[in-house]
């Protein structure tokens, strides 16, 4: 979660901005497709912005195993506005320069979508 500490440019914020609020347009439009991508988008932000191009390469690769799991749980409204919600407090923890904050949160989110979706795997 390192590269939190170092994505903090100007385009960062702007990009972020862009995405949640076309996350949240697409979420309440039902459109599934476009919050995936928006969702996704969000994390991937900060490995773009680091100049990590073995993180970012790395992430593209795990994207499309990882998005089988993300679209099993995010049908539902009230998994994509706690999503939506997180996001939220964590690019706001970022802009106010609380980047341990940051961090820590997005290391939460990560390990909390992990278990949710692994939850849908049978036997789990």
């Given at each position: 979660m390192a590269y939190a500490r170092y994505a903090t440019t100007i385009n960062a914020?702007?990009?972020a901005k862009q995405i949640l609020e076309n996350g949240?347009?697409?979420a309440a439009a039902g459109d599934t497709n476009v919050w995936n991508h928006?969702?996704?988008e969000?994390?991937?932000?900060?490995y773009r912005y680091?100049?990590?191009?073995?993180?970012?390469?790395s992430t593209d690769r795990l994207r499309s195993g990882i998005s089988i799991f993300s679209n099993q749980y995010s049908q539902e409204t009230r998994i994509q506005s706690r999503i939506d919600e997180e996001h939220q407090a964590i690019f706001d923890a970022y802009q106010n320069g609380e980047i341990e904050k940051a961090v820590e949160m997005m290391k939460s989110h990560l390990n909390d979508s992990l278990a949710?979706?692994?939850?849908f795997l049978p036997g789990t």
């Open positions: 914020n702007a990009e949240r347009k697409a928006c969702s996704d969000f994390h991937l932000i900060f680091c100049n990590n191009s073995r993180l970012t390469e949710y979706a692994l939850s």
